[in-house]
């Protein structure tokens, strides 16, 4: 009679020889859990920590408003070039942690990641002294920019690896449970902020970067180490990867040819409208929302805390129906994508329309701005996933998000200054404007659904 295979020895048997190098699989197996729960659980948690981390961007530009330019003793508007300039580094250099993310994995990627974070923060707590261009308009800018860089070391790997991580049939709700985190991100990040200035008003500034260099370091450090240990989780699908899109018909080749296949096909070129137009609008708005709450006598805050609340909804919402539906005609990614689009456009004409918007105006526009918002930002990574395989969605993520960088400066531009006029009207144009050309966008995402296949 043949003697039961310990667990040991049946995983042994079960797993390929890169599998067990550190870290057994067997932790799940001997609590009665399926083969590698806890490593995944891990890594997800990893990466929730990452996207919460993720939301010190989203409210900074509160920070800068309120605090920074005093501090520094900037000139007056020079706080909303900072904030564009962060914004800018966390966009526009999406394709870095991408690149590295596809090529050389998710554990390098978050190593290159936290020492990025960590280089602008401490030379600003401990050397500034020295070297004092570094407090300089010019010195910030260059410190922002690479703080903005890391942050997106942050936000793409932490958005990716658990898709890549889980079965793909467990990807929408994966997905759910990362930007459901994400959103909250903003949410805890501004009360932190508030904590802050009440307990370190005498010198909050100081007292931030420090907050921002502990937390990023432990974070950083944190999903570094969890990269590392279940690196054979992370890029299984790399050497299968095949694209199928939805919209134009497969090409055959790999490798560069593979990538070039996917820029040229509709799904990216729609993709990129939703990025510059859409996304790069949603970006704008977050740094206009606040004096728009300001002008209908509400506080600047209160447009970062619904933007939490009111993402929840958008980013749960759009990312578990999309895993329900993804299969049929009319359930795909691109019709979540132009139904995020045309929530958040009727948030904007709540502003637009009326000859008079006030305070009821801008409660429906937080509302469904942070609906669609959230929507939008939360279903891009599971519908990138999806339109395109997980051989090359870092580097398609970051060339995206540099399209974003784009469009959020020329909408930037359009938003009123609020110096010159302190009222909710003189935001009509800028809302209408964007509402108008995220409609258009919508529109055209619906129409392209008519054309996909039976998934």
């Not at 904590?195 to 450090?221: K, N, P």
């Not at 299984?236 to 070039?260: M, R």
């Not at 209908?296 to 980013?315: F, H, K, M």
């Not at 669609?372 to 939360?378: F, R, S, T």
């Amino acid at each position: 009679m043949a003697t039961p295979m310990t667990t040991s020895e049946l995983e042994s048997q079960l797993l390929p020889p890169s599998a067990k190098p550190t870290l057994y699989r067997s932790w799940s197996v001997k609590v009665g859990l399926p083969m590698n729960s806890l490593h995944l659980s891990i890594l997800l948690m990893a990466c929730l920590l990452g996207v919460i981390q993720y939301g010190i961007i989203s409210i900074f530009g509160i920070v800068i408003d309120d605090e920074l330019e005093a501090y520094y003793h900037l000139d007056a508007g020079a706080g909303d070039q900072l904030y564009d300039t962060i914004n800018i580094g966390s966009c526009a250099m999406s394709f870095l942690p991408g690149l590295i993310y596809d090529k050389f994995g998710a554990m390098k990627a978050m190593l290159l990641g936290t020492v990025l974070a960590l280089l602008p923060i401490t030379a600003d707590l401990y050397f500034s002294g020295m070297f004092p261009w570094l407090r300089t308009l010019a010195g910030l800018k260059l410190s922002y920019f690479i703080l903005g860089t890391s942050a997106s070391f942050f936000s793409v790997v932490s958005s990716f690896a658990p898709l890549e991580a889980f079965p793909e049939e467990h990807i929408g709700k994966v997905s759910a449970i990362v930007q459901v985190s994400s959103s909250l991100g903003v949410t805890i990040q501004s009360e932190v902020h508030g904590l802050l200035v009440e307990w370190f008003s005498s010198d909050f500034v100081r007292a931030y970067y420090t907050y921002m260099l502990v937390t990023f370091g432990l974070c950083g450090v944190l999903m570094t180490c969890v990269f590392w240990a279940d690196s054979d989780l992370l890029h299984k699908s790399k050497a299968s990867s095949t694209y199928e899109p939805i919209l134009t018909p497969p090409e055959q080749g790999n490798g560069n040819g593979g990538l070039i296949s996917l820029l040229l096909s509709v799904d990216f070129l729609y993709m990129s409208a939703v990025f510059g137009v859409g996304i790069g609008f949603v970006y704008s708005y977050l740094d206009a929302a606040g004096n728009i709450n300001i002008a209908a006598g509400l506080p600047a805050s209160r447009a970062t805390l619904t933007w939490g609340i009111y993402g929840v909804i958008g980013r749960l919402g759009s990312n578990l129906l999309l895993d329900r539906t993804r299969h049929s005609r009319f359930g795909g990614p691109l019709t979540y994508c132009a139904a995020s689009l045309l929530v958040f456009a009727i948030g904007l004409l709540c502003v637009s329309l009326p000859a008079a918007p006030g305070l009821v105006s801008v409660h429906l526009m937080n509302l469904f701005c942070g609906i669609g918002g959230g929507a939008i930002l939360g279903v891009t990574p599971a519908a990138l996933r999806l339109l395109f395989g997980s051989e090359f969605v870092g580097i398609i993520y970051g060339i995206l998000y540099a399209f974003t960088a784009l469009g959020m400066i020329a909408w930037g531009l359009l938003i009123p200054d609020p110096a010159s006029c302190g009222l909710v009207t003189c935001y009509r144009s800028y809302c209408l404007r964007g509402a108008v050309s995220l409609l258009v966008t919508c529109g055209v995402g619906l129409a392209l659904t008519t054309r996909m296949q039976q998934a």
